[in-house]
């Protein structure tokens, strides 16, 4: 099974220092959906790997981001794409959980759904964070230079930083680099 671990906010959506509250407060990101819908007509299965700890400071409740993937969702659809799973952890920092990355636990769930191991497996975010929690479960690292990480463009990542990052543009850039990285798999297969 060809998958890949997406965060959500600042990677597929626009990000708030305040939170994404609402379904009205959730805006894609300008190509991230059709990136999706690139990545799904390749073959790849999309799941979503989220801190929400929002919901855990009472800023908005399931019901909401129920609301707010549901807008996500029916975007996607519009656009011939879709997310087959959302994982998300509600905790705040200071509850010291293992779903909330940058610990693995968001990572170690979705390997127990599908049965599979993750080694390798690329995972795509916008913070130090989202890597370092791809790495410990042995995903591959990419970075999108689009919400938190926007900062970071025409820079040399700072330490605390997986090694072997690869760094996009933006989520339509790592989808093309995957879908290419595809096509020369199978072209050498060929030859």
């Known amino acids: 099974m060809k998958l890949v671990i997406l965060d959500r906010d600042g990677t597929i959506n626009e990000d708030s220092a305040d939170y994404v509250k609402s379904p009205s407060e959730w805006q894609p990101l300008p190509g991230a959906l059709e990136a999706i819908a690139r990545l799904n007509h390749a073959g790849w299965h999309v799941v979503v790997a989220t801190n929400q700890s929002g919901l855990g400071r009472g800023l908005f409740d399931v019901a909401s ?83 938190k990480a926007a900062a970071l463009q025409g820079r040399i990542l700072p330490d605390g930083y997986p090694v072997h990052t690869v760094v996009h543009r933006d989520l339509a850039a790592f989808a093309e680099y995957l879908v290419g990285q595809d096509a020369q798999s199978a072209q050498t297969a060929d030859s």
């Open 65 to 147: 981001l129920n609301a707010m993937h549901a807008k996500m969702h029916s975007m996607l659809a519009a656009v011939g794409g879709r997310v087959d799973a959302v994982f998300y952890c509600p905790h705040g920092p200071e509850e010291a959980c293992r779903c909330r990355k940058p610990e693995p636990g968001l990572f170690e769930q979705i390997a127990e759904r599908y049965g599979l191991a993750l080694q390798g497996l690329p995972a795509v975010g916008d913070s130090q964070r989202d890597l370092v929690a791809a790495v410990a479960a042995g995903c591959e690292p990419h970075l999108v230079l689009t919400g």
